[in-house]
Protein backbone atom coordinates (compact mmCIF):
# COMPACT_ATOMS: atom_id res chain seq x y z
CA UNK A 1 0.00 0.00 0.00
CA UNK A 2 2.94 2.54 0.62
CA UNK A 3 4.59 1.64 -2.19
CA UNK A 4 2.17 2.31 -4.68
CA UNK A 5 0.20 5.50 -2.80
CA UNK A 6 4.20 6.32 -3.03
CA UNK A 7 4.45 6.38 -7.16
CA UNK A 8 1.18 7.34 -7.42
CA UNK A 9 1.81 10.47 -5.12
CA UNK A 10 5.35 10.65 -7.48
CA UNK A 11 3.92 9.95 -10.79
CA UNK A 12 0.17 12.30 -10.44
CA UNK A 13 2.93 15.06 -11.45
CA UNK A 14 4.91 12.97 -14.44
CA UNK A 15 4.28 9.66 -14.10
CA UNK A 16 7.36 8.42 -17.04
CA UNK A 17 9.61 10.13 -14.19
CA UNK A 18 8.71 6.97 -11.83
CA UNK A 19 10.72 4.67 -14.10
CA UNK A 20 13.98 6.91 -12.69
CA UNK A 21 13.00 6.29 -9.31
CA UNK A 22 12.58 2.12 -10.50
CA UNK A 23 16.15 1.87 -11.41
CA UNK A 24 17.47 4.22 -8.69
CA UNK A 25 15.69 0.80 -6.19
CA UNK A 26 16.68 -1.98 -8.88
CA UNK A 27 20.75 -1.21 -8.95
CA UNK A 28 20.96 -0.38 -5.70
CA UNK A 29 19.06 -3.44 -3.86
CA UNK A 30 21.60 -5.79 -6.36
CA UNK A 31 24.59 -4.20 -5.73
CA UNK A 32 23.52 -3.78 -1.78
CA UNK A 33 23.26 -7.50 -2.14
CA UNK A 34 26.50 -8.09 -4.37
CA UNK A 35 28.57 -5.95 -1.90
CA UNK A 36 28.08 -7.85 1.21
CA UNK A 37 28.44 -11.47 -0.59
CA UNK A 38 31.98 -10.40 -1.82
CA UNK A 39 34.95 -9.93 -0.19
CA UNK A 40 37.61 -8.84 -2.92
CA UNK A 41 38.30 -4.93 -2.78
CA UNK A 42 38.74 -4.60 -6.30
CA UNK A 43 34.86 -6.14 -7.46
CA UNK A 44 33.63 -3.99 -4.64
CA UNK A 45 35.35 -0.74 -5.51
CA UNK A 46 33.91 -1.33 -9.11
CA UNK A 47 30.47 -2.50 -7.53
CA UNK A 48 30.19 0.89 -5.56
CA UNK A 49 31.04 2.78 -8.89
CA UNK A 50 28.60 1.63 -10.98
CA UNK A 51 26.10 2.29 -8.58
CA UNK A 52 27.56 6.01 -8.13
CA UNK A 53 27.79 6.78 -12.24
CA UNK A 54 24.16 5.49 -12.20
CA UNK A 55 22.87 7.48 -9.63
CA UNK A 56 24.81 10.33 -10.03
CA UNK A 57 24.84 9.80 -14.11
CA UNK A 58 21.04 10.27 -14.11
CA UNK A 59 20.86 13.33 -11.98
CA UNK A 60 23.88 15.00 -13.42
CA UNK A 61 21.71 14.17 -17.16
CA UNK A 62 18.59 15.85 -15.89
CA UNK A 63 19.92 18.38 -13.62
CA UNK A 64 23.18 19.73 -15.10
CA UNK A 65 23.24 18.82 -19.11
CA UNK A 66 22.04 22.41 -20.11
CA UNK A 67 23.85 24.21 -17.25
CA UNK A 68 26.99 22.76 -18.71
CA UNK A 69 26.29 23.28 -22.04
CA UNK A 70 25.40 26.61 -21.44
CA UNK A 71 28.92 27.12 -19.36
CA UNK A 72 31.21 25.36 -22.56
CA UNK A 73 28.84 27.56 -25.22
CA UNK A 74 29.83 30.84 -23.49
CA UNK A 75 33.22 29.50 -23.88
CA UNK A 76 33.12 27.97 -27.25
CA UNK A 77 31.67 31.13 -28.95
CA UNK A 78 34.39 33.26 -28.36
CA UNK A 79 36.34 30.92 -30.75
CA UNK A 80 33.44 31.05 -33.22
CA UNK A 81 32.22 27.27 -31.96
CA UNK A 82 28.50 27.36 -32.16
CA UNK A 83 27.18 24.64 -30.04
CA UNK A 84 23.36 24.91 -30.52
CA UNK A 85 22.56 21.56 -31.65
CA UNK A 86 23.57 20.30 -28.04
CA UNK A 87 20.51 21.90 -26.62
CA UNK A 88 17.88 19.83 -25.11
CA UNK A 89 14.68 20.92 -24.02
CA UNK A 90 15.21 18.93 -20.79
CA UNK A 91 12.23 18.46 -17.66
CA UNK A 92 14.01 18.10 -14.39
CA UNK A 93 12.18 15.67 -12.30
CA UNK A 94 11.02 16.79 -8.66
CA UNK A 95 13.26 16.04 -5.58
CA UNK A 96 15.21 13.88 -7.60
CA UNK A 97 18.36 15.56 -5.82
CA UNK A 98 16.75 13.96 -2.48
CA UNK A 99 16.10 10.51 -3.07
CA UNK A 100 19.42 10.22 -5.46
CA UNK A 101 21.49 11.33 -2.27
CA UNK A 102 19.02 8.79 -0.30
CA UNK A 103 19.52 5.65 -2.13
CA UNK A 104 23.51 6.38 -2.30
CA UNK A 105 23.67 6.78 1.21
CA UNK A 106 22.41 2.64 1.22
CA UNK A 107 25.48 1.12 -1.08
CA UNK A 108 27.49 3.46 0.61
CA UNK A 109 27.13 2.26 4.06
CA UNK A 110 26.93 -0.79 3.12
CA UNK A 111 30.65 -0.75 1.46
CA UNK A 112 32.23 1.07 4.13
CA UNK A 113 30.81 -2.03 6.54
CA UNK A 114 28.26 0.03 8.52
CA UNK A 115 25.24 -2.10 7.95
CA UNK A 116 23.94 -4.79 6.02
CA UNK A 117 22.19 -4.99 3.03
CA UNK A 118 18.08 -5.72 3.37
CA UNK A 119 17.01 -9.07 1.61
CA UNK A 120 13.43 -7.40 1.42
CA UNK A 121 13.39 -5.74 -2.53
CA UNK A 122 9.33 -4.18 -0.96
CA UNK A 123 11.27 -2.69 1.98
CA UNK A 124 13.86 -1.04 0.10
CA UNK A 125 12.15 0.40 -2.48
CA UNK A 126 9.43 1.97 0.16
CA UNK A 127 12.41 3.56 2.17
CA UNK A 128 13.49 5.08 -1.58
CA UNK A 129 10.22 6.10 -2.62
CA UNK A 130 8.45 6.81 1.03
CA UNK A 131 6.07 9.57 -0.17
CA UNK A 132 6.03 12.19 2.65
CA UNK A 133 10.03 12.54 2.04
CA UNK A 134 10.34 11.61 -1.33
CA UNK A 135 10.52 15.18 -3.10
CA UNK A 136 11.98 17.51 -0.40
CA UNK A 137 13.75 15.52 2.06
CA UNK A 138 14.81 14.87 5.01
CA UNK A 139 17.46 12.73 3.25
CA UNK A 140 17.37 9.67 5.07
CA UNK A 141 19.59 7.03 6.67
CA UNK A 142 18.69 3.51 5.57
CA UNK A 143 19.91 2.74 9.19
CA UNK A 144 16.73 4.86 10.33
CA UNK A 145 14.07 4.07 7.75
CA UNK A 146 14.22 0.70 6.78
CA UNK A 147 14.24 -0.83 10.15
CA UNK A 148 11.13 0.61 10.80
CA UNK A 149 9.96 0.27 7.17
CA UNK A 150 10.19 -3.30 7.47
CA UNK A 151 8.26 -4.32 10.98
CA UNK A 152 5.93 -1.02 10.55
CA UNK A 153 5.08 -0.03 14.02
CA UNK A 154 1.67 0.22 15.55
CA UNK A 155 1.29 4.03 15.75
CA UNK A 156 1.13 5.13 18.87
CA UNK A 157 -1.44 7.97 20.28
CA UNK A 158 1.88 10.34 21.74
CA UNK A 159 2.88 9.94 17.51
CA UNK A 160 -0.72 10.99 16.28
CA UNK A 161 -0.94 13.95 18.76
CA UNK A 162 2.75 15.06 17.72
CA UNK A 163 1.93 14.13 14.21
CA UNK A 164 -1.41 16.25 13.68
CA UNK A 165 0.64 19.09 15.69
CA UNK A 166 3.54 18.91 13.19
CA UNK A 167 1.47 19.38 10.01
CA UNK A 168 -1.07 21.90 11.36
CA UNK A 169 2.34 24.34 12.64
CA UNK A 170 4.25 23.14 9.36
CA UNK A 171 0.90 23.95 7.08
CA UNK A 172 0.71 27.18 9.05
CA UNK A 173 4.69 28.58 8.91
CA UNK A 174 4.43 27.42 5.28
CA UNK A 175 1.42 28.78 4.09
CA UNK A 176 1.14 32.00 6.43
CA UNK A 177 4.39 32.86 6.46
CA UNK A 178 6.61 31.60 3.83
CA UNK A 179 3.66 32.00 1.04
CA UNK A 180 2.87 35.26 2.09
CA UNK A 181 6.59 36.39 2.70
CA UNK A 182 7.42 34.98 -1.08
CA UNK A 183 4.65 36.77 -2.87
CA UNK A 184 6.44 40.08 -1.78
CA UNK A 185 9.78 38.75 -2.73
CA UNK A 186 8.68 37.46 -6.16
CA UNK A 187 7.20 40.85 -7.31
CA UNK A 188 10.58 42.91 -5.98
CA UNK A 189 13.02 40.36 -7.55
CA UNK A 190 10.50 40.46 -10.85
CA UNK A 191 11.12 44.06 -11.40
CA UNK A 192 13.95 45.17 -9.08
CA UNK A 193 14.74 48.15 -11.12
CA UNK A 194 11.51 49.88 -9.88
CA UNK A 195 12.41 49.54 -6.08
CA UNK A 196 14.45 51.31 -3.53
CA UNK A 197 16.99 50.40 -1.29
CA UNK A 198 15.10 49.68 1.56
CA UNK A 199 12.56 47.85 -0.24
CA UNK A 200 15.27 45.84 -1.77
CA UNK A 201 16.73 44.80 1.84
CA UNK A 202 13.30 44.23 2.74
CA UNK A 203 13.03 42.07 -0.01
CA UNK A 204 15.83 39.98 1.09
CA UNK A 205 15.39 39.60 4.38
CA UNK A 206 11.78 38.50 3.85
CA UNK A 207 13.40 35.49 1.58
CA UNK A 208 15.16 34.40 4.31
CA UNK A 209 12.34 34.14 6.65
CA UNK A 210 9.88 32.73 3.41
CA UNK A 211 12.71 29.91 2.59
CA UNK A 212 13.21 28.60 6.13
CA UNK A 213 9.53 29.10 6.84
CA UNK A 214 8.53 27.06 3.55
CA UNK A 215 11.31 24.46 3.94
CA UNK A 216 10.82 24.22 7.38
CA UNK A 217 7.41 23.81 7.34
CA UNK A 218 7.08 20.96 4.39
CA UNK A 219 9.78 19.11 6.60
CA UNK A 220 7.61 19.27 9.78
CA UNK A 221 5.04 18.12 7.32
CA UNK A 222 6.70 15.18 6.07
CA UNK A 223 7.39 14.26 9.84
CA UNK A 224 4.06 14.62 10.97
CA UNK A 225 2.80 12.60 8.25
CA UNK A 226 5.07 9.87 8.95
CA UNK A 227 4.33 9.81 12.61
CA UNK A 228 0.40 9.28 11.43
CA UNK A 229 1.85 5.61 9.93
CA UNK A 230 4.16 4.73 13.07
CA UNK A 231 7.80 6.08 11.62
CA UNK A 232 9.70 8.92 12.57
CA UNK A 233 11.75 10.81 10.49
CA UNK A 234 14.96 12.73 11.47
CA UNK A 235 14.68 16.85 12.29
CA UNK A 236 15.99 18.56 9.26
CA UNK A 237 16.18 21.99 10.91
CA UNK A 238 16.62 23.13 14.48
CA UNK A 239 16.30 27.12 14.93
CA UNK A 240 18.98 27.68 12.45
CA UNK A 241 18.65 31.92 12.58
CA UNK A 242 19.43 31.34 16.36
CA UNK A 243 22.73 29.90 15.96
CA UNK A 244 25.82 31.95 17.30
CA UNK A 245 28.15 31.14 14.61
CA UNK A 246 28.32 29.39 11.20
CA UNK A 247 29.48 26.25 12.20
CA UNK A 248 26.26 25.80 14.21
CA UNK A 249 24.19 27.38 11.54
CA UNK A 250 25.26 24.33 9.32
CA UNK A 251 24.20 22.15 12.19
CA UNK A 252 20.70 23.34 12.44
CA UNK A 253 20.15 24.45 8.72
CA UNK A 254 19.19 21.43 6.54
CA UNK A 255 20.78 19.32 8.70
CA UNK A 256 19.81 15.93 6.44
CA UNK A 257 22.10 17.50 3.74
CA UNK A 258 24.92 19.32 5.77
CA UNK A 259 25.18 15.67 7.71
CA UNK A 260 24.93 13.59 4.16
CA UNK A 261 27.64 16.17 2.38
CA UNK A 262 29.97 15.46 6.24
CA UNK A 263 29.28 11.83 6.17
CA UNK A 264 29.85 11.01 2.55
CA UNK A 265 31.76 13.90 0.28
CA UNK A 266 34.03 15.96 2.93
CA UNK A 267 35.17 12.63 5.35
CA UNK A 268 35.61 10.31 1.41
CA UNK A 269 37.93 13.59 0.51
CA UNK A 270 40.32 12.94 3.56
CA UNK A 271 38.21 15.45 6.24
CA UNK A 272 40.56 16.70 8.59
CA UNK A 273 43.03 13.80 8.85
CA UNK A 274 45.26 15.51 6.50
CA UNK A 275 46.68 18.37 7.68
CA UNK A 276 45.15 21.84 7.84
CA UNK A 277 45.78 22.67 4.17
CA UNK A 278 43.83 20.11 2.63
CA UNK A 279 40.87 20.40 5.39
CA UNK A 280 39.88 23.64 4.35
CA UNK A 281 40.54 22.76 0.51
CA UNK A 282 38.00 19.59 1.02
CA UNK A 283 35.63 22.18 3.34
CA UNK A 284 35.44 24.40 -0.07
CA UNK A 285 35.22 21.22 -2.52
CA UNK A 286 31.97 20.24 -0.31
CA UNK A 287 30.55 23.30 0.01
CA UNK A 288 30.83 24.19 -3.20
CA UNK A 289 29.04 20.86 -4.51
CA UNK A 290 26.63 21.67 -2.11
CA UNK A 291 26.06 24.99 -3.99
CA UNK A 292 25.99 22.66 -7.02
CA UNK A 293 23.50 20.07 -5.66
CA UNK A 294 21.04 23.05 -5.08
CA UNK A 295 20.62 23.69 -8.73
CA UNK A 296 22.49 24.32 -12.05
CA UNK A 297 23.36 28.23 -11.86
CA UNK A 298 26.32 29.90 -10.88
CA UNK A 299 24.70 31.42 -8.12
CA UNK A 300 24.70 28.35 -6.01
CA UNK A 301 27.88 28.02 -6.72
CA UNK A 302 29.28 30.97 -5.19
CA UNK A 303 26.57 30.64 -2.34
CA UNK A 304 28.55 27.52 -1.58
CA UNK A 305 31.87 28.42 -2.10
CA UNK A 306 30.67 31.94 0.29
CA UNK A 307 29.42 29.38 3.15
CA UNK A 308 32.94 27.53 2.56
CA UNK A 309 34.77 30.34 3.41
CA UNK A 310 33.19 31.53 6.25
CA UNK A 311 33.05 28.00 7.89
CA UNK A 312 37.12 27.79 7.00
CA UNK A 313 37.88 31.55 8.95
CA UNK A 314 35.69 29.93 11.41
CA UNK A 315 37.90 26.92 11.85
CA UNK A 316 40.67 28.75 11.37
CA UNK A 317 39.74 31.19 14.33
CA UNK A 318 38.87 28.48 16.74
CA UNK A 319 41.60 26.38 15.90
CA UNK A 320 40.74 22.87 17.32
CA UNK A 321 38.45 24.55 20.30
CA UNK A 322 34.72 23.50 19.96
CA UNK A 323 31.96 25.74 18.88
CA UNK A 324 29.07 27.06 20.52
CA UNK A 325 26.13 24.60 19.93
CA UNK A 326 23.17 26.11 22.67
CA UNK A 327 22.60 29.06 24.76
CA UNK A 328 21.03 29.33 28.18
CA UNK A 329 20.29 32.89 29.89
CA UNK A 330 23.41 33.60 32.24
CA UNK A 331 22.57 36.85 32.59
CA UNK A 332 22.67 40.15 30.60
CA UNK A 333 26.31 40.16 29.12
CA UNK A 334 26.41 36.89 28.01
CA UNK A 335 23.05 37.29 26.69
CA UNK A 336 24.10 40.46 24.88
CA UNK A 337 27.33 38.50 23.55
CA UNK A 338 24.62 35.58 22.31
CA UNK A 339 22.74 38.56 20.59
CA UNK A 340 25.78 39.90 18.59
CA UNK A 341 26.93 36.93 17.44
CA UNK A 342 23.63 35.42 16.34
CA UNK A 343 22.83 38.99 14.36
CA UNK A 344 26.16 39.07 13.18
CA UNK A 345 25.54 35.41 11.83
CA UNK A 346 22.36 36.27 10.47
CA UNK A 347 23.87 38.96 8.32
CA UNK A 348 26.60 36.75 7.04
CA UNK A 349 23.82 34.08 6.11
CA UNK A 350 21.64 36.84 4.88
CA UNK A 351 24.10 38.02 2.48
CA UNK A 352 24.53 34.86 0.69
CA UNK A 353 20.57 34.53 0.50
CA UNK A 354 21.26 37.17 -2.62
CA UNK A 355 23.23 34.86 -4.86
CA UNK A 356 20.48 31.78 -4.01
CA UNK A 357 17.61 34.02 -4.44
CA UNK A 358 18.99 36.03 -8.09
CA UNK A 359 18.04 34.22 -11.06
CA UNK A 360 20.78 36.32 -12.94
CA UNK A 361 24.26 38.08 -11.94
CA UNK A 362 22.29 41.00 -13.44
CA UNK A 363 20.13 41.13 -10.43
CA UNK A 364 22.83 40.18 -7.88
CA UNK A 365 24.96 42.95 -9.08
CA UNK A 366 21.87 45.54 -9.05
CA UNK A 367 20.89 44.73 -5.21
CA UNK A 368 24.55 45.15 -4.50
CA UNK A 369 24.69 48.54 -5.97
CA UNK A 370 21.68 49.67 -4.29
CA UNK A 371 22.97 48.37 -0.81
CA UNK A 372 26.19 50.31 -1.17
CA UNK A 373 24.21 53.58 -3.35
CA UNK A 374 21.97 53.83 -0.58
CA UNK A 375 18.16 55.56 -1.65
CA UNK A 376 16.32 56.02 0.46
CA UNK A 377 12.48 55.54 0.05
CA UNK A 378 9.48 57.36 1.26
CA UNK A 379 7.76 53.30 1.89
CA UNK A 380 10.55 52.37 4.22
CA UNK A 381 8.66 52.81 7.55
CA UNK A 382 5.97 50.11 5.67
CA UNK A 383 8.39 47.42 4.17
CA UNK A 384 10.09 47.72 8.10
CA UNK A 385 6.79 47.28 9.44
CA UNK A 386 6.00 44.54 7.40
CA UNK A 387 9.05 43.14 7.64
CA UNK A 388 9.67 43.04 11.51
CA UNK A 389 5.94 41.50 11.86
CA UNK A 390 6.66 38.50 9.71
CA UNK A 391 10.56 38.35 11.73
CA UNK A 392 9.21 38.50 14.91
CA UNK A 393 6.49 35.80 14.44
CA UNK A 394 9.10 33.50 13.31
CA UNK A 395 11.40 34.43 16.12
CA UNK A 396 8.57 33.84 18.34
CA UNK A 397 8.42 30.35 17.10
CA UNK A 398 11.69 29.84 17.02
CA UNK A 399 12.27 30.60 20.78
CA UNK A 400 9.98 28.40 21.92
CA UNK A 401 10.95 25.79 20.00
CA UNK A 402 14.41 26.38 21.30
CA UNK A 403 14.01 26.48 25.02
CA UNK A 404 11.67 23.79 25.21
CA UNK A 405 13.75 21.41 22.45
CA UNK A 406 10.66 20.68 20.72
CA UNK A 407 8.86 21.36 17.60
CA UNK A 408 5.59 20.28 19.16
CA UNK A 409 6.33 22.96 22.13
CA UNK A 410 2.47 23.56 21.89
CA UNK A 411 1.78 20.32 23.42
CA UNK A 412 3.65 21.32 26.56
CA UNK A 413 1.15 23.63 27.79
CA UNK A 414 -0.47 21.98 30.45
CA UNK A 415 -4.01 22.84 29.59
CA UNK A 416 -4.70 20.33 26.86
CA UNK A 417 -7.79 22.10 25.80
CA UNK A 418 -5.58 25.17 25.37
CA UNK A 419 -2.86 23.73 23.02
CA UNK A 420 -6.08 22.27 21.14
CA UNK A 421 -7.71 24.98 20.71
CA UNK A 422 -4.70 27.20 19.43
CA UNK A 423 -3.65 24.46 16.91
CA UNK A 424 -7.65 24.41 15.61
CA UNK A 425 -7.47 28.19 15.46
CA UNK A 426 -3.88 27.94 13.82
CA UNK A 427 -5.18 25.38 10.84
CA UNK A 428 -8.93 27.31 10.74
CA UNK A 429 -6.59 30.38 9.85
CA UNK A 430 -4.27 28.51 7.42
CA UNK A 431 -7.65 27.32 5.24
CA UNK A 432 -9.11 30.19 5.50
CA UNK A 433 -6.00 31.72 4.05
CA UNK A 434 -5.87 28.97 1.12
CA UNK A 435 -9.13 29.22 0.36
CA UNK A 436 -8.71 33.04 -0.54
CA UNK A 437 -5.04 32.32 -2.48
CA UNK A 438 -3.58 29.43 -4.11
CA UNK A 439 -0.55 28.32 -2.17
CA UNK A 440 2.82 28.80 -4.06
CA UNK A 441 5.12 25.74 -4.69
CA UNK A 442 7.49 24.49 -2.38
CA UNK A 443 10.75 26.14 -2.62
CA UNK A 444 12.65 22.83 -2.48
CA UNK A 445 10.43 21.00 -4.79
CA UNK A 446 12.95 22.23 -8.03
CA UNK A 447 16.10 20.74 -6.59
Known amino acids: ?80 IQL ?39 DFAVFVAFFPQLVAGPIERAANLLPQISKLPKVTKTQIEKGITLIITGLFMKV ?15 EPEIYKSPELLAALVLFSIQIYADFSGYSSIARGVAKLLGIELMKNFEQPYLSQNITEFWRRWH ?19 KGNNRK ?4 MITMLLGGLWHGASWNFVIWGGLHGVYLAVHK ?57 H ?22 LFDAFSYYTKRHTFILVLKNKALSYSILSAMFIVTL ?16
Open 1 to 80: MLLVSSYFFYGYWDWRFTSLLAISTLVDFFIGKKLHLTNDKKKRKALLLISMLVNLGILGFFKYFGFFVESFEAISSSFG
Open 84 to 122: DYLHLNIILPVGISFYTFQTMSYTIDIYREKMEPTNSLL
Open 176 to 190: MIGDTTGRIVDRIFA
Open 255 to 273: ISLSSWLKDYLYISLGGNR
Open 280 to 283: YINL
Open 316 to 372: LILQDKKPASSYRYNGFVSFTRYTFNVSVTFLLVLFTWLFFRSTDFDTTKYFLNAFI
Open 374 to 395: WQPSEYSFVFFRVTSSFFIVML
Open 432 to 447: LFMFQSEPLPFVYFQF
